[in-house]
């Protein structure tokens, strides 16, 4: 939701005000404090609301600031902890990269007995993609093309792609404490990448192709799939 009230005290010309909502969690954004106050209480007034401050988390992301610096970091160490303890891996090893370049998942690592299908349907591999694919959408771009690769096996994995994934947590064991970083500018600059592997999928001879988009050199948006 978004607002704009005119005025002469703001160098912009107008008092602008974000409200964020998911299920029952607010954030409030603006560039005028008795705006957002005024906002926060006329809310107050409409339903039963608790007032947390100045946020530090929301939704499981940590947020961290330098006003002096105009800089912004969002992190996500707790909830990677809680992930990697729900699957039994916060005492594995730690890996440079989240998928190796040389690693290529196909169909030909599934199962192909009804034993090895039973055995391997006991892994909760669904589960760890999901939860990986939070921290991906919020913080962490790197994971987008390992995400992107192993997902396609969740109803038929085989021992590769279980192997692939964990690879994938014990990245995040080592990076866990990485910051997605912001940094106020006067001016705003947006720039895209993109590429694209042409027919290098294995199953269907299908291409990968990815995207980043940055505001003055901060990563805003993200996205790889084949």
Same mark, same amino acid.
């Given at each position: 939701?978004?607002?704009?009230?005119?005025?002469?005290?703001?160098?912009?010309?107008?008092?602008?005000?974000?409200?964020? !909502?998911?299920?029952?969690?607010?954030?409030?954004? &603006?560039?005028?404090?008795?705006?957002?106050?005024?906002?926060?209480?006329?809310?107050?007034?409409?339903?039963?609301?608790?007032?947390?401050?100045?946020?530090?988390?929301?939704? &499981?992301?940590?947020?961290?600031?330098?006003?002096? *610096? *105009?800089?912004?970091?969002?992190?996500?160490?707790?909830?990677?902890?809680?992930? !990697?303890?729900?699957?039994?891996?916060?005492?594995?090893?730690?890996?440079?990269?989240?998928?190796?370049?040389?690693?290529? !998942?196909?169909?030909?690592?599934?199962?192909?007995?009804?034993?090895?299908?039973?055995?391997?349907?006991?892994?909760?591999?669904?589960?760890?993609?999901?939860?990986?694919?939070? +921290?991906?959408?919020?913080?962490?771009?790197?994971? +987008?093309?390992?995400?992107?690769?192993?997902?396609?096996?969740?109803?038929? !994995?085989?021992?590769?792609?279980?192997?692939?994934?964990?690879?994938?947590?014990?990245?995040?064991?080592?990076?866990?404490?990485?910051?997605?970083?912001?940094? &106020?500018?006067?001016?705003?600059?947006?720039?895209?990448?993109?590429?694209?592997?042409?027919?290098?999928?294995?199953?269907?001879?299908?291409?990968?192709?990815?995207?980043?988009?940055?505001?003055?050199?901060?990563?805003?948006?993200?996205?790889?799939?084949?």
């Amino acid at each position: 939701m978004l607002r704009s009230f005119p005025s002469e005290e703001c160098d912009s010309g107008s008092i602008v005000s974000f409200l964020i !909502l998911y299920v029952d969690d607010i954030l409030i954004i &603006g560039n005028d404090i008795p705006t957002s106050q005024f906002i926060k209480t006329w809310l107050s007034s409409c339903f039963s609301m608790k007032d947390l401050r100045e946020v530090a988390y929301i939704l &499981g992301v940590k947020n961290c600031r330098d006003r002096s *610096r *105009r800089i912004l970091g969002l992190s996500q160490s707790t909830y990677i902890d809680k992930v !990697l303890k729900r699957f039994s891996m916060e005492e594995s090893k730690k890996r440079f990269l989240p998928m190796r370049h040389v690693i290529s !998942l196909s169909k030909e690592m599934c199962p192909s007995t009804p034993q090895e299908r039973e055995r391997m349907s006991q892994i909760p591999y669904a589960s760890t993609i999901g939860s990986i694919r939070y +921290s991906m959408i919020c913080t962490r771009p790197s994971l +987008s093309n390992a995400l992107s690769m192993t997902s396609r096996y969740q109803s038929n !994995l085989g021992e590769g792609h279980c192997v692939a994934v964990k690879n994938i947590l014990n990245y995040l064991r080592r990076t866990k404490d990485v910051f997605l970083v912001y940094v &106020g500018e006067e001016e705003l600059s947006i720039k895209g990448y993109t590429d694209a592997s042409f027919q290098m999928e294995k199953d269907d001879s299908q291409s990968q192709s990815g995207f980043v988009f940055c505001l003055n050199g901060c990563v805003v948006s993200w996205k790889s799939s084949k």
